[in-house]
């Protein structure tokens, strides 16, 4: 296949098979073949160093944080500012306080919408997010606008799954209090203009601010908050080769530092009494009762992976396996890409006439090949496209051009069985 | 996992093809809607009674062939049979597929609908195999509820499986 002949001299520079070796979840068979793990916009694998940090915290260094004086406290303590410190250096952010850890990007979302949105929204005002969210950056802003009287306002995409920038100046107004937009689609793979959103918005009246939903760009490309502008960046760990439970709100500093706590208890307050309370500054302020340490740790060891890669080569072997997809896939009978905007990433979401995607996901499951079948948390997407779901392959780093081979021929195989 | 020839036999693939009484029934008595929110299946299943035996089943939906398959045996299975008959057959398919019950359900005692076994070995799948009678159960349910209701012709009932 001449597509995949360019793809692989293209991406010449980085070779997967030199981090296959680091994920020992990879190595393994699955209804007698070997696992080709394709759902990677759901969660990823994890490297070997991340499985060991989280077992270095629980086999030395378990104790709480940011209390107590003995030895093993001091050694979680620095463990899990130190994550903190790593993280501000994969944002490009300007200081670690500007890092609050959350359970993951739901969290972080609902996080901004109940202690920054909600105290300055009444009725009538408006949130404006895009057709294509996850549901992750619908509902929490539905739960905040319901509570006032305000209204989640979706920006419409087109037919390839395209944000329509025109729809979006249209739909900012005076009563705009928030912007909320997905970095890349997780149903579509589109990857959203975001330095471009963010201009619109700040630009408009006094400035909205932006809120970008970066769930599923963190493993794919170098993140730089102060390039993008944005003043809201979330991300989940185990969607970037972390743990699972851990995620990261990343927030312009002076709006964390005017937002209230969402949760109270332990470690976020400067002192308690029945007179009255006062919070630690942010992010304290935003981290209540004892967080995912040994998650910090993994996510810190994680990114740590990453930033180890020349990630330049690994986004180049990514696209190049998401072409050797689309196109694979795109030239077989009755398959129908959903989501086929110039720029896309990693992930290719697919229907094939005849053959329910939920079969396409077992029958796959049958020849080792994982993909994620459903509406991908993302229904109105599916609305959009007039699909009740559809099958969804996505990448990493790890895949390789024959595992786009085996999906292709698992998705043949499917079409031989159900005789369409 | 076992073969995947065990869950998409012949007659499932058949059956998800060509689905019999695939229509609506315009004079039922009574019909339900049902739906697994979380695959996205839909199914409504028209129920036609003449006294206390089912004249007539016929359903219509999208969704995986197993749900797809699974109505369209159902309304085979069930035609002629009396309410009681066919609320026992709706509780032991299900049981078959989840486990549950007093006894365990021999598949023999379900004839056709034997086929369906193999999906317990997919637990993620299950739901797909007893949504349709979830939904059938749920109509004549509906239609114990009393005349005057009976009267006022097909009622709606929404369905959620969780199986």
Known sequence: MTVSAKAKQATAAFDPETVRADFPALHQEVNGRPLVYLDNAATTQKPRAVIDAVERFYTRDCSNIHRGVHTLAERATATYERARATVARFLGAGDDAEVVFTRGTTEAINLVARSFVRPRLSAGDEVVVTWMEHHANIVPWQIVCGEVGATVEPVPIDERGVLDLDAFDAALSERTRMVAVGHISNALGTVNPVREIVERAHGFGDGIPVLVDGAQAAAHRPIDVAALGCDFYAFSGHKVFGPSGIGVLWGDPRHLAEMPPMLGGGDMIRTVSFEGTTYADPPNRFEAGTPNIEGAAGLAAALDYLSALDRRAVAAHEHALLEHASDALGALPGVRLIGTAPEREAIVSFTVEGIHPHDVGTILDGRGVAVRAGHHCAQPVMKRFGVPATARASFALYNTHAEVEALVAAVRHAQEMFGV | MSDLRELYQEVILDHNKSPHNFRELPDADHHAEGDNPLCGDVVTVYVGLDGDTIREVTFQGSGCAISQASASMMTDAVRGKTLEEARKLSLEFRNLLTERGEEP????????????????EYPMRV??????????????????RGGAERAGGAKKVTVTTEE
């Open chain 2, 127 to 144: 739901k797909c195999a007893t949504l349709a009678w979830h939904t059938l159960a749920a109509a004549l349910d509906h239609g114990d």
């Open chain 2, 105 to 120: 359900v021999d598949p023999a005692t379900l004839g056709k609908l034997a086929v369906f076994t193999g999906v317990k």
